[in-house]
């Protein structure tokens, strides 16, 4: 399929459809694999399935795969996304903003050695996918390898994102409700509510991943989000927070409880705030409460632990490997399986079907998180951690759901055991140097701890610290793990990918706070 044919068909499926509504003929139940058009068809059984609306078939991808190892290179693979993402916002009671956006493309990645091609199209022709594989393929100056005869189709997926309903079929009047509910209850959740601010996003799509071993794996991928953020005012003062949901998930994932939640959490979490001060500065204990606090082990740790940081040397952790590096009862995993959550996939995005990855066990440093290259390096498998933000990029190892097991200690407990420190709740944004693991969070939401118990509300909180020093200083792991269902982004070397991460309640024996001086 040309560029301008592709630009036309999504044109016309618009004018027929509306902006929810690409892929009209796509079945509306989603299942994972290579099955049929959006995971089910009543038509023939083909090896490729939803890309055959495209244009893709076996042949373009052995063709193409023959042009990339035209030059010696050892592995090649395809990568091949479709997504239609539609998002619609709401201010001041009305919508403000609707749009859809709509990608299409294939990248060719060449390996030799230790060197990486890479290339894409967004011309799913002969021509235009040949061109790409052979600027891919000049990575390497050899003789040419021959590509795979036949291509291998894996249907054995697992189903972690089945949906009732697609996006696909779920026009803009059926998510507007939801808007318009959640407005109205925000202001009459509390009488300083001032303004209400409402995004909502879904996307539909697939990708289908083809390699020089003649592996093919196709998965239908949804994702859908939505956020809160109010601005609250008294006695002169203005405050504004923001809570949201996500996951890979269909409009069903918008229960009433759910959107409950998400009115009392963003207007709490900005009412406190009237109440709040600046806690003492200096080296405190701090409590991380059981959930988004997961955004610190995330950044400050778990960046530490993918394998390419480590395999160039640049990660505290290069050397840490198989050596104790926290408490026994500190156990930390990367997790793609968690059902419906946003950082679960069935496939990463290099054909590889992933697991739940055990980083540290018992406080030992087990293992790094690899994609297929760094796997080779270090001899062992690919954990399924290989992932791209589109067939613009190559994968890279990244991390999916990443959390702390539930350890030996109570909530109560926790608390009680801080005479003086700071309880963390809520944070909004931060900076880490990556190798040296070196961070600056800051903290919205919080409490004082005083003799054992939270106190006054605090805010304007920096803590800074080093997040492989902060893991040794774990030194109480509460057993009430939640997993947080906001809507995080991983950033890594100018991409992202979705994730989810967790906690239970932690106590860290110190950490520098920049607060307000005594």
């Known amino acids: 399929m040309t560029r301008r044919d592709f630009v036309g068909y999504g044109t016309t499926a618009l004018a027929m459809a509306g902006a929810g509504e690409l892929l009209s003929g796509c079945a509306t139940t989603q299942r994972a694999g290579p099955g049929g058009p959006g995971g089910g068809s009543d038509g023939p059984l083909h090896s490729i399935g939803y890309f055959a609306r495209f244009g893709v078939d076996e042949t373009l991808i052995r063709e193409t795969l023959a042009a990339a190892l035209s030059r010696g290179g050892d592995y090649s693979d ?114 300083r ?94 409590v991380l409460a059981a959930g988004s606090s997961g955004i610190l082990l995330h950044e400050a740790i778990g960046h530490g632990m993918e ?34 959550a946003r950082g679960a996939i069935n496939v990463d995005d290099e054909g590889n079907v992933p697991g739940k990855t055990m980083l540290v066990e018992n406080g030992v440093l087990t293992t790094y998180l690899h994609d297929s290259i760094s796997a080779k390096h270090y001899k062992v498998k690919p954990t399924g951690n290989g992932r791209r933000e589109s067939y613009r990029h190559a994968p890279l190892p990244r991390m999916r759901s990443t959390y702390m097991l539930p350890g030996p200690h109570k909530h109560e407990e926790i608390i009680a055991s801080v005479k003086k420190g700071i309880y963390c709740s809520n944070f909004s944004n931060g900076q880490v140097n990556i190798g040296a693991g070196d961070f600056t969070f800051y903290v919205k939401n919080g409490y004082l701890i005083e003799d054992g118990k939270l106190t006054r509300p605090i805010k304007d909180v920096n803590i800074i610290g080093n997040g492989p020093k902060v893991l040794e200083k774990v030194d109480m792991v509460g057993d009430d793990l939640v997993i947080d269902e906001g809507g995080w982004t991983c950033g890594k070397d100018g991409q992202g990918v979705p994730v989810s991460q967790g906690m239970p309640t932690v106590r860290v024996a110190s950490i520098t706070v920049g607060g307000r001086n005594a």
């Open 307 to 340: 394998a390419d940081f480590n395999r160039k040397g640049t990660s505290i952790y290069a050397d840490k490997l198989n050596k104790l590096i926290a408490q026994p009862f500190v156990n930390i995993v990367d997790d793609g399986t968690n059902e419906y």
């Open 78 to 191: 395809l990568f091949f996304q479709h997504r239609v993402s539609t998002s619609m916002a709401l201010e001041d009671g009305a919508v403000n903003k609707a749009f859809t956006t709509v990608e299409l493309g294939v990248g060719v990645r060449v390996v030799k050695g230790d060197q990486t091609g890479y290339a894409y199209t967004e011309e799913l022709t002969l021509e235009a996918m040949r061109s790409a594989a052979r600027t891919a393929a000049a990575i390497a100056d050899g003789p040419s390898r021959p590509g795979p005869q036949r291509l291998h189709i894996y249907k054995e997926l697992p189903q972690r994102y089945v949906l009732k309903l697609g996006w696909d079929a779920v026009r803009p009047e059926q998510k507007l409700p939801i808007l318009e509910g959640l407005n109205t209850a925000a202001f009459k959740a509390d009488p």
């Open 193 to 286: 509510v001032s303004k209400v601010t409402l995004s909502f996003s879904d996307e539909h799509g697939a990708v289908l991943v083809a390699d020089s071993n003649g592996r093919l794996v196709e998965d239908v991928q949804p994702m859908t989000s939505l956020y809160l953020s109010c601005v609250a005012e008294q006695n002169g003062k203005r405050e504004q927070n923001t809570y949201g949901v996500a996951g890979r998930a269909g409009l069903d994932f918008y229960s009433p409880e759910r959107l409950e939640r998400v009115v009392r959490e963003a207007v709490s979490r900005t009412t406190i705030l009237f109440e709040a001060t600046q806690p003492p500065a200096g080296e405190l204990p701090v």
